[in-house]
């Protein structure tokens, strides 16, 4: 088994910046790929980023050019820079891991974190 911890949520102006991380351990040798789903009221539980263990990268098109996920192989983390907010980025923030080379749909995941709320106030 594996457990993900997240930390880093909070409220924040449209325009700012937070940073998440998440904390793996366990049976971490099971983990290849590491990312972030996000899940707004009302919506469905959706891929923000995910990020191989050679450090490729996939973002939602929402987040291109706004958010940076990045992993640190050694400690086991994987983390979520996100810059100007919007409104729209509300939703609670999941960490997710699997042994998939890449996470994509939801199937691919293995192991989630409990979550973590971002709230982005207009």
Known sequence: QVQLVESGGGLV???GSLRLSCAASGSIFSINAM????????????????ITRADNTIYADSVKGRFTISRDNAKNTVALQMNNLKPEDTGVYYC???????????????????????????
């Open 35 to 50: 990312g972030w789903y996000r899940q707004a009221p009302g919506k469905q539980r959706e891929l923000v980023a995910s």
């Open 96 to 122: 997710a891991a699997g042994g998939a080379i890449i996470l994509t749909r939801m199937s691919r995941v293995d192991y989630w974190g409990q979550g973590t709320q971002v709230t982005v106030s207009s």
């Open 13 to 15: 102006q449209a325009g």
